[in-house]
């Protein structure tokens, strides 16, 4: 009797450890991988320029990022704030990116961006970090003809990169 729950316990043993050590095993990959457009996507300080070249804003916050198509479209946000546009944008692989009489989610005016780029380490932020640099042209519906110049860097998060 002595012997045969020695015999057990072992067995029991044998397929805890079995069990701990198989359910470890990973199994696939454990990457989920990267978005079509996470070379754009980011928090950016924006300024924006009217055709002039004279300055209109300085250091705002604007957002680039991936739709949930992951298309290689992504979404232009100003927040509702300078241009007051959110607007899908085409990118491509060179980094440039552009739309043509985008739908607008913050009112009724399409936008079409022209020349638009992100430059890899193209910037240095307020820091002194060498950082991406994006920039673009938007002419608005109710403004045709008109010509806005967007440029700004990515931010760091860095509290010395802060405005």
Not at 1 to 20: E, S
Not at 25 to 54: C, H, M, N, Q, R
Not at 137 to 142: I, K, L
Request: proline share 2%.
């Amino acid at each position: 009797m002595k012997n045969l729950k020695q015999n057990i316990t072992k067995a029991i043993m044998v397929l805890f450890v079995l069990t701990v050590f198989s359910s470890c095993d990973e199994t696939g990959s454990t990457d989920p991988g990267g978005t079509s457009v996470e070379k754009f996507a980011g928090e950016w300080y924006i300024s924006l320029y009217d055709p002039t070249g004279a300055a209109i804003s300085e250091h705002d916050l604007f957002d680039t990022y991936n739709t949930a198509a992951n298309d290689g479209t992504m979404w232009l946000d100003d927040h509702n704030y300078l241009g007051k546009f959110k607007i899908k944008a085409t990118t491509e692989k060179d980094g440039t990116f552009s739309a043509n009489s985008a739908i607008n989610e913050y009112n009724a005016r399409t936008v079409t961006i022209t020349e638009g780029k992100v430059e890899q380490n193209a910037a240095t932020s307020k820091g002194g970090h060498t950082v991406d640099k994006i920039s673009f042209n938007a002419e608005f519906s109710d403004e045709p003809g008109v010509i806005y110049y967007y440029e700004g860097h990515r931010r760091t998060g860095f509290y010395e990169d802060e405005y």
